[in-house]
């Protein structure tokens, strides 16, 4: 393992701003194939994707002293310290999404150009990344990896490789444009933005399905050879956006939860109660079939809040 510093920028006070990244390859006499960058930590609250990367790069470290790296792996676990270290999602001080900064050309700071070394070097080492995210504080997701509809084509087969247990295929908002995906998509470095549990939290056994997942797209795409490796990866359903049905609060109110993520729901089934200011609990329920991917899970419910996405199973 290779670990290279790209980017480091001094701080008035206390260590600097670093991002690392660590590269596993073969010998040098080998030929190389896919090279491959897997990335986490855009969101400084969202610990999942750097679990995940510490749990990958135990089997790289394995793999490559067994001479199973034809490839090259590259893992940036923390690419936004700063936000890190404070365990928020917005990088401190300037109080910006770096996630919404790629590809911009105007401003300069120090997260404009963190964000823009990032994309540099991803460009410049990858044939193909994955960004690793949670979800917020309010609401529970199944492992899922989203795909803007213009990359549906090039993205949806390699995701079906990553033991997720949904492909969600959505509409293109112009929000996207500033995120490091659709910049490297862009690019036609075909990236997969993985979303799974909830931020500030792990979640062990949606981790471990994702890594077996990684771990079977780098081997199927050459990247890792583990020899007779078959990961048992469960087959991922792909929905469209007229097969997600958003359910949201009706009014404000305390939902507490009756249901989890992952259940097949029939129409009519109970997902939780919102108990309203007039203390009268109102039941609400699922207004389709279908699995349950997306759940709250902060009581706290504004009027309009989403409380729940549902994914319509498809009859085969
Ligand atoms: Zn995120």
Redesign the pocket.
């Given at each position: 393992m290779l670990s290279k510093c790209i980017l480091s920028v001094k701080t008035p006070a206390g260590p600097p701003v670093e991002i690392i990244r660590h590269t596993f390859s073969p010998s040098q006499s080998a030929k190389q194939t896919q090279r491959v960058s897997l990335v986490a930590g855009?969101?400084g609250d969202?610990l999942e994707g750097l679990y995940i990367c510490h749990r990958l790069m135990e089997t790289l470290k394995k793999l490559e002293e067994q001479n199973a790296v034809k490839g090259e792996v590259h893992v940036y676990p923390a690419v936004n310290p700063q936000a890190l270290e404070t365990g928020t999602r917005l990088w401190p001080f300037f109080s910006t999404d770096i996630?919404r900064t790629f590809g911009e050309k105007n401003t300069r700071s120090l997260v404009t150009e963190a964000s823009r070394t990032l994309l540099e070097d991803l460009k410049s080492n990858s044939d193909m990344v994955v960004d690793f995210?949670?979800s917020n504080l309010h609401l529970m997701e199944l492992p899922q990896i989203r795909i803007i509809k213009n990359f549906e084509k090039k993205l949806v087969p390699l995701a079906k490789l990553c033991n997720v247990d949904l492909i969600w295929v959505h509409p293109h908002a112009e929000i996207f444009e500033s995120t490091l995906g659709y910049n490297l998509n862009q690019a036609k470095i075909p990236t997969l933005v993985i979303e799974s549990g909830i931020c500030l939290r792990i979640h062990k056994n949606y981790c471990e399905q994702i890594v077996l997942g990684i771990l079977n797209l780098l081997h199927q795409t050459g990247a890792i050879d583990c020899g007779e490796f078959l990961a048992e990866t469960a087959p991922a359903k792909v929905v469209q956006p007229d097969q997600v049905t958003m359910v949201q609060a009706q009014n404000a109110g305390l939902f507490v939860k009756q249901a989890e993520v992952g259940q097949i729901l029939k129409e009519g089934e109970k997902i939780g109660d919102l108990i309203g200011p007039d203390q009268m609990p109102e039941e609400i329920c699922s207004p389709c079939s279908g699995l349950l991917f997306t759940l709250r899970e902060h009581p706290l419910t504004g009027k309009g809040a989403p409380l729940a996405r549902i994914a319509t199973i498809i009859e085969p």
């Amino acid at each position: 393992m290779l670990s290279k510093c790209i980017l480091s920028v001094k701080t008035p006070a206390g260590p600097p701003v670093e991002i690392i990244r660590h590269t596993f390859s073969p010998s040098q006499s080998a030929k190389q194939t896919q090279r491959v960058s897997l990335v986490a930590g855009l969101h400084g609250d969202e610990l999942e994707g750097l679990y995940i990367c510490h749990r990958l790069m135990e089997t790289l470290k394995k793999l490559e002293e067994q001479n199973a790296v034809k490839g090259e792996v590259h893992v940036y676990p923390a690419v936004n310290p700063q936000a890190l270290e404070t365990g928020t999602r917005l990088w401190p001080f300037f109080s910006t999404d770096i996630n919404r900064t790629f590809g911009e050309k105007n401003t300069r700071s120090l997260v404009t150009e963190a964000s823009r070394t990032l994309l540099e070097d991803l460009k410049s080492n990858s044939d193909m990344v994955v960004d690793f995210h949670a979800s917020n504080l309010h609401l529970m997701e199944l492992p899922q990896i989203r795909i803007i509809k213009n990359f549906e084509k090039k993205l949806v087969p390699l995701a079906k490789l990553c033991n997720v247990d949904l492909i969600w295929v959505h509409p293109h908002a112009e929000i996207f444009e500033s995120t490091l995906g659709y910049n490297l998509n862009q690019a036609k470095i075909p990236t997969l933005v993985i979303e799974s549990g909830i931020c500030l939290r792990i979640h062990k056994n949606y981790c471990e399905q994702i890594v077996l997942g990684i771990l079977n797209l780098l081997h199927q795409t050459g990247a890792i050879d583990c020899g007779e490796f078959l990961a048992e990866t469960a087959p991922a359903k792909v929905v469209q956006p007229d097969q997600v049905t958003m359910v949201q609060a009706q009014n404000a109110g305390l939902f507490v939860k009756q249901a989890e993520v992952g259940q097949i729901l029939k129409e009519g089934e109970k997902i939780g109660d919102l108990i309203g200011p007039d203390q009268m609990p109102e039941e609400i329920c699922s207004p389709c079939s279908g699995l349950l991917f997306t759940l709250r899970e902060h009581p706290l419910t504004g009027k309009g809040a989403p409380l729940a996405r549902i994914a319509t199973i498809i009859e085969p």
